[in-house]
């Protein structure tokens, strides 16, 4: 996707959406002579600036949005204290044994199968996909995941890809309760990317890493492979390349789009009201964010599993990630936003600047030449 | 007034609000402060020029390194004031006050001709040249019967621009 000679503080982004989106100085349609007013009035350029510094679109996808606090009054604040009581007294210390318990059972299990059985071994691979699938559910289990599945189970078939919209990294082990997919995730520090290399290297997860422009052309490959394979499990993407905080949707990128097989579509949708499940990762280690779910009294979502899509002859990459982030947007109550979630990150590329540059260059040199 | 982690009392956005001249309302002050402390994201009391440019659309404008000057390091405060001339209810001279202090950003008090060179180099980028630029700018001048050798003042872009004049409002959202 990017450009062989772009560094990696500038991204080339996908185009089509932003033009659209970034209004261009408006310069009276007719050619009309050039006059010093029409140079020293800056005010469109100067108002767009303010509107972006007073409000952005791409900002707003990341704010998370604290509950208001109900607890104001006297009769109120007693309950929520109570609340505080039973939720980090008793809830927190009985999730915490059962997710100890669980990962006990989990390791009894899968290092004997991990290191007796051979490496391409049908028993290794099923048993491990059932103990990922055991561990997920002990972790929904440890925040009293309330998860309701709407549509039909995913099943392992090749050439398909899942792909989601993206809020937490416990998207991916609400999904993975349901079925062991293997999931392409950005590579973590500390005991997730400990997690990432041993055991979910098991079901086939690919990772990389996003400042590494290299390592989208090794995981596009990978990825093909991957679906090409029979009984290999099936692939979820998260096509938003970063979490964003389940109100909208940035652009999806099409890495995921053009592999020529079928796309099947996931909506989630996270219930505020029990606990806000966006992690924010600038702000928040994930084990910070667990527990902070683990000391809430549920996380309630639900999760629709929408009908496969494949890519419309004269469609391309682009307008074909754009339609299923559609569908997934409608079907889970989100806003679009056309912008990259890798802007995060990066700065935006010079080249968008440049089209505007072009744009008033020319009318201004067009207008000199009026008399 | 405190620094941008504690809460904003009443007294606080009264001050803010007569720093503005009563441009923006309390409500507006009050969003204003909760985009304020959204862009500082360490709580320093300023929003430092990084922060503004993680605004996608503020780094695609072209005008944004010459903003940045004026709008770096500013308290919440003069963060207002700046923006007071973005409200509906700012005056033309007003407006047209902050135009000149964006093409006069080391604060003279006067705009040369390398000011407005810099300013269009800013608008055109690659797609002309600095000869072209000079051309340009020297007819136009010439034209309104400035010339490249004398600044340009305050007086002078009110005259330029004040008929039919300026529109450039942004409205703050209001929760």
């Known amino acids: ?371 | 007034m405190g620094n941008a982690s504690s809460m904003l009392t009443q007294y606080d956005i009264e001050e803010v609000q007569e720093h503005c001249h009563y441009l923006f309302s309390q409500q507006e002050i009050v969003a204003l402060y909760n985009r304020f402390c959204q862009l500082d994201r360490s709580a320093k009391g300023f929003i430092s020029s990084d922060e503004f440019l993680s605004i996608p659309e503020f780094s695609l404008n072209p005008l944004s390194q010459r903003l940045l000057k004026m709008v770096d390091g500013l308290n919440f405060k003069v963060f207002v004031a700046f923006l007071s001339a973005f409200s509906p209810l700012a005056t033309v001279p007003q407006k047209i006050e902050l135009i000149f202090k964006v093409y006069d950003v080391d604060g003279k008090g006067r705009v040369t001709f390398k000011d407005l060179m810099e300013v269009l180099g800013d608008l055109t980028g690659s797609f002309m040249s600095e000869e072209q630029r000079e051309i340009v700018l020297s007819q136009v001048l010439k034209e309104a019967g400035y010339s490249r050798d004398s600044p340009l003042l305050l007086e002078d872009f009110m005259k330029v621009l004040c008929k039919p004049g300026v529109t450039m409002e942004v409205e703050v959202p209001v929760d």
């Not at chain 1, 691979?125 to 103990?131: A, F, G, H, S, T």
């Not at chain 1, 940035?250 to 789009?257: C, E, L, N, S």
């Open chain 1, 1 to 371: 996707m990017a450009g062989l000679g772009s560094s990696s503080s500038e991204m080339d982004l996908d185009r089509l959406n932003i033009e659209e989106y970034l209004t261009v100085e408006s310069i009276r349609e007719s050619p009309r002579k050039l006059h010093l007013r029409d140079l020293l009035d800056i005010s469109p350029t100067l108002k767009e600036a303010a509107g972006a510094i007073v409000d952005d679109s791409f900002t707003r996808c990341f704010k998370s949005n604290p509950p208001e606090p109900w607890n104001w009054n006297v009769y109120l604040f007693p309950l929520w204290c109570l609340g505080v009581v039973i939720r980090y007294g008793i809830l927190f210390p009985l999730r915490v044994t059962i997710l100890a318990a669980g990962w006990i059972v989990f390791f009894s299990a899968f290092l004997p199968v991990h290191f007796l059985l051979g490496d391409h071994n049908k028993l290794r691979q099923k048993v491990e996909r059932k103990l990922v699938e055991m561990i997920c559910s002990v972790f929904v289990a440890s925040w009293t995941g309330v998860i309701k599945y709407h549509g039909p189970r995913p099943s392992i078939r090749p050439q398909q890809v899942f792909v989601a919209n993206h809020t937490s990294m416990i998207d991916f082990i609400i999904l993975e309760q349901m079925t062991a997919f293997a999931v392409i995730m950005q590579k973590h520090p500390g005991w997730v990317g400990f997690i990432q290399k041993t055991i979910l290297e098991s079901v086939g997860c690919i990772w990389f890493n996003r400042t590494e422009s290299k390592d989208r052309e090794i995981v596009a490959r990978k990825l093909r492979e991957h679906t090409q394979g029979v009984d290999k499990n099936p692939v979820l993407i998260f096509p938003e390349g970063t979490c964003v905080n389940n109100h909208y949707t940035v652009m999806f990128k099409k890495g995921a789009f053009e592999l020529g097989c079928a796309v099947c579509p996931v909506a989630i949708k996270y219930n505020k009201i029990f606990v806000d499940a966006f992690w924010n990762s600038k702000k928040q280690s994930f084990t910070m964010h667990l527990v902070q779910l683990m000391t809430s009294w549920a996380v309630v979502c639900d999760v629709w599993y929408l009908e496969p899509q494949y890519i419309r002859s004269g469609e391309t990459p682009i307008e074909f990630a754009e339609r299923v982030r559609d569908m997934i947007s409608v079907r889970a109550g989100l806003k679009k936003v056309p912008w990259d979630g890798y802007l995060k990150y990066f700065r935006p590329s010079p080249k968008l600047i440049e089209r505007k540059q072009q744009i008033f260059a020319e009318s201004v040199l067009q207008r000199l030449e009026e008399k």
